[in-house]
């Protein structure tokens, strides 16, 4: 659901339900480069999606470390011969990204949840800038992309971004507080120029 929210060649390194590192590139192998240097030691072992199809670049860079799983909507002939070699790698073809538009169904004790499927994706002309220096477009690029992150983080969500690139993840911590540390403690690259968002405010500074 993360990357089929995004246009752009995309690649997301999931762990336990949450984005380990997320990547925007010109070509599969690229998106994948920028989501595992968010946090290479983190993605040992992870689920790594595409919104593409997945070439022989994109599989090699793939099973250079431990991966659970693959998936993406189509595999060229070459990049399964790569994926093959890899003993206990499950590889598994998604629909597209209409496919996944719809209703959703999620069990919970007793009963099952039906809601509609939360489609609905921000753009520039809709922000309402409230502070008194305004963002520049690459900073813009870097919210947007960031706050779709943030969309498939547990909360209490924050997420370090530069435009195309994760740069941290804070997720699922009781306090904000502690996911803005953790996010920023976490973070391989550098933390200084990135943007942040958070899936909910902060009610004090």
Request: with cysteine; charged share 25%; glycine share 8%.
């Amino acid at each position: 659901q993360l990357v089929c929210d995004f246009e752009d060649t995309a690649c997301a390194i999931i762990k336990h339900t949450n984005p380990a590192g997320v990547g925007l590139g010109a070509n599969p192998a690229e998106a994948y480069q920028k989501a595992l240097a968010t946090d290479p030691v983190s993605a040992f072992g992870g689920i790594v999606a595409f919104n593409c199809t997945v070439d022989v670049a994109a599989a090699r860079e793939a099973t250079k470390i431990f991966t659970e799983v693959v998936i993406a909507p189509e595999y060229d002939p070459e990049a399964l011969e790569v994926l093959r070699t890899k003993k206990n790698l499950r590889v598994i073809r998604m629909g597209t990204r209409d496919d996944v538009k719809g209703v959703e169904f999620k069990q919970i004790g007793g009963g099952m949840l039906v809601q509609t499927a939360d489609d609905h994706k921000l753009d520039a002309q809709q922000l309402k800038v409230v502070t008194t220096r305004k963002p520049s477009d690459e900073e813009i690029r870097a919210l947007l992309f960031a706050w779709t992150v943030c969309k498939h983080t547990k909360s209490n969500a924050i997420v370090y971004a530069r435009d195309g690139q994760t740069v941290g993840v804070g997720a699922g911590q009781m306090s904000r507080v502690d996911s803005v540390k953790i996010g920023a403690m976490r973070a391989q690259l550098p933390v200084t120029g990135s943007v942040l968002a958070s899936d909910a405010f902060f009610p004090f500074r």
